[in-house]
């Protein structure tokens, strides 16, 4: 008993020599300034008190509109979908792909929507939203996909692939009106 009451007491005596320090400063003939911790010829000795600690906050998450949100941790995502277009729809004719995307549940403030087509990421890698519209689009087949991500980049959520047919109308089609079919022949007159 008396060994870990000695013990404990030197600890407790140790403790003011680790919070506070002596330091030793001084310049040598080319004008450098040294610091040391062991007495040097013409040094001045600096009494420096414990080291200053800082414990960081939780950062802000801005939204979409600038303005500072809390970035509340909530459930996790239980799905997200691209809803429009619907799976394996065809489209005739159109001049943009309007894409709409819901979450469940509703999308968190600091987590962000990132779409992809053709395996592509659109909006240039950028979130894109919960609606997004691309134009022109080409004809064809094309894959869509929705991928939500947390403020730190983290997949949180990553929706099932979405097909649609993209159908426009040819150039060579007489029933386009972009088309113009050359006047029929006019008879000669003799």
Known sequence: MARILTFTLI??????????ATVYKWTDE???????????PNAQKLHIEGAQTYKAGTIPVTSDSGVAAPAAPGPAYQGCNIIQPADDETLSNID???????????????DQVFLSMDGQALNGGAPTGTSFS???VDRGTHTLQVLVRGSDGS???????????VHQ?????????????PPPPQPRSR
């Open 11 to 20: 600890l407790l005596a140790a403790v003011p020599l680790a919070v506070a």
């Open 30 to 40: 080319n004008g450098v300034v040294h610091y040391s911790d062991q007495p040097h």
């Open 96 to 110: 943009a792909l309007n894409i709409t995307v819901r979450t469940d549940p509703v999308l968190r403030a600091g």
């Open 134 to 136: 691309i134009s022109p």
């Open 155 to 165: 997949l949180l959520c990553q929706g099932p692939s979405v097909t649609v047919h």
């Open 169 to 181: 109308v040819s150039v060579n089609n007489p029933a386009n009106p972009q088309h113009q079919a």
